[in-house]
């Protein structure tokens, strides 16, 4: 179930963040456009852009968990006895797999709060709280992440995060 879960997960990640970095590339080159050539700004683009990474970056958090790129302290496990390594690696997810939860949580509050308010973006005049519904929803895609982790450690498994093959050349 949570690895079919997680190949999801990763073809809603991959697709949301490839569609923003485009959103955002394209924006921003129209309003390049728009300034230099036509001398008409796009009063909106900039709110889009910004809008586009702040949505990536809280998108990307499960993607951390996924390839093990979040900060951690593994010299720990370097002092500690054997047995001992896989107790502390099932304590950091379930501390990770807890703060996920609390910004759920708190996330899923603003959200409720924010649309009860209306407030509304400055130059988009969408509601904020869709906005912010990229918090409480990337925490979702993040405690998903956790439990593959945990699943893993538990079931007495490494977890390995899958290799990423980038070419420089």
């Not at 501390?95 to 973006?121: C, D, E, P």
């Not at 990337?138 to 893993?152: C, D, F, H, K, P």
Request: charged content about 10%; hydrophobic content about 55%.
């Amino acid at each position: 179930m949570i690895t079919w879960l997680n190949k999801l997960v990763d073809v809603i990640e991959n697709t949301l963040v490839s569609g923003l970095i485009l959103v955002a590339t394209l924006v921003a080159i129209a309003q390049v456009i728009a300034r230099y050539v036509f001398n008409n700004s796009l009063y909106w683009s900039e709110e889009v852009v910004l809008y586009a990474f702040i949505t990536m970056s809280f998108l990307t958090m499960g993607m951390g968990v996924r390839y093990a790129s979040h900060i951690s302290v593994e010299a720990i496990y370097a002092f500690v006895p054997e047995k001992m390594v896989r107790p502390l690696q099932i304590g950091a997810a379930c501390l990770g797999l807890i703060f996920a939860g609390v910004v759920l949580w708190y996330g899923s509050k603003l959200v409720i709060n924010t649309s009860r308010m209306g407030q509304l973006s400055p130059a988009l005049r969408i509601p904020v709280g869709y906005i912010y519904m990229v918090i409480p929803f990337s925490a979702g895609l993040m405690i998903t992440r956790y439990l593959l982790v945990l699943q893993e450690l538990v079931f007495g498994r490494a977890y390995t995060p899958p290799s990423v093959d980038i070419k420089t050349s």
